[in-house]
């Protein structure tokens, strides 16, 4: 029996939207296979969770969701998506906003994440998801310059 566990076949994502939208899905729904059908059959993929330690490989990023999934999935919307494209690498710098409701009642938290997707045999996967702590209330600010138009 193999230590590591496969995640079973995905639908061949046509771009890097789509495998970034199956992606959030599956944290909104806490749907650990769902998840892991999005990255790649690699075992250099990498994840670091807001504050964590960097998970490396498969079986500790599924772990690493499992932990997260206990309570059910995540609230979680993409925002401020900035992308970068070449024919087989996509890298997108984001701000997720996280709805958070207690007894105090509901919060907005922001987590500003990189997530970077390769175009593999099966479609476009995603190889690292970098999330960093954002702040609590409004979204975070983006600072530069706005990309210029070439006509």
């Not at 193999?2 to 995640?7: A, D, N």
């Not at 994840?47 to 499992?66: N, S």
């Not at 609230?75 to 087989?88: A, F, G, W, Y």
């Amino acid at each position: 029996m193999s230590l590591r566990q496969k995640p079973p076949p995905a639908a061949l994502m046509a771009s890097p939207e789509d495998t970034e939208a199956q992606f959030y899905e599956a944290l909104q729904q806490g749907d650990i296979d769902r998840l892991m059908a999005v990255w790649a059959d690699d075992d250099e993929i990498a994840c670091v969770h807001p504050g964590g330690p960097r998970l490396v490989g498969a079986a500790a990023i599924r772990a690493g969701f499992e932990n997260i999934f206990a309570t059910g999935g995540i609230p979680v919307i993409p925002e401020q998506v900035h992308r970068l494209h070449t024919m087989t690498a996509a890298v997108h710098h984001l701000a997720e906003r996280i709805t958070i409701t207690s007894a105090e009642g509901t919060q907005t938290a922001w987590v500003l994440a990189t997530n970077v997707f390769l175009k593999t045999e099966q479609g476009w996967r995603l190889v690292v998801h970098h999330a960093s702590p954002g702040s609590v209330g409004e979204p975070p600010p983006v600072m530069g310059e706005p990309p210029s138009l070439l006509h």
